[in-house]
């Protein structure tokens, strides 16, 4: 098995290179589906949410309304980390689980972690590779504009919530270069699947 994480900035095309990745054949590891999985009602962060937050952020079935908690973290950096403290260990820990039963089941597989906070939380640390999808954040605005339908003003405020797509470039092993058409980087994506395969197979033989 070969791990490789993946990230990039908001709107940059990490879903879009995720797919690729996919199709190519790779087992993806979703880090916002599993972060969805822990805050589901019986799973452990649930109850520690509610304990921080009140009840008042529950829906009516008793699932935790995202929507609701996304806007006050979003407007409070102190009760960000408050849920980032719960949150994360919980993400760790379940990914370490299915981590290991991939292990067990898909010895060869290439495994993505796909993370946007991959860097920003250290998940990146001891990861043979880090794939970065790069835009440039004048592309970043106007993709964001256009797939959420959002203002310029608010598409700048959610892009300058995260650390700069720059600075995340600089931390890549492997760039993925999103500013040209989809077939291009279609093209880019498939050549850093083949070199993961063959960085695996090359673990095998050594
Ligand atoms: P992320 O997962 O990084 O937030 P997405 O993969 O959702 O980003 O891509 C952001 C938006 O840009 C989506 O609407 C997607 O369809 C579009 N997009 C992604 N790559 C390209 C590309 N190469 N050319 C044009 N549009 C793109």
Not at 121 to 129: K, R, T
Not at 137 to 147: A, C, D, F, G, T
């Amino acid at each position: 098995m070969l791990i490789a994480g993946l990230t990039g900035g908001i709107a940059s095309g990490k879903s879009t290179v995720s797919g690729f990745l996919k199709e190519a054949g790779a087992v993806i590891v979703d880090a916002d589906k599993i972060a969805r999985h822990v805050v589901q009602k019986g799973q452990p962060a649930w109850q520690k949410i509610v304990d921080v937050f009140g009840s008042s952020i529950l829906l009516p079935d008793g699932e935790i309304d995202r929507s609701l908690l996304g806007d006050i973290i979003f407007h409070d950096p102190e009760q960000k980390q408050a849920l980032n403290r719960i949150v994360h260990p919980e993400v760790f820990s379940e990914n370490a689980t299915r981590l290991r039963e991939i292990e067990k089941n898909q010895p060869d597989a290439i495994v993505i972690l796909d993370v946007p906070l991959l860097i920003e939380s250290g998940m990146d640390v001891g990861l043979s590779e880090i794939i970065v999808v790069y835009i440039p954040e004048s592309l970043q605005i106007q993709r964001l504009m256009h797939r959420d339908a959002l203002t310029p003003a608010r598409a700048l405020a959610r892009i300058g919530s995260q650390m700069p797509i720059e600075e995340k470039k600089k931390r890549a092993t492997l760039l993925i270069d999103n500013s040209g058409s989809l077939e291009d980087t279609r093209k880019q994506t498939l050549r850093i699947y083949r070199l993961l395969k063959d960085s695996l197979t090359q673990q095998g033989i050594s």
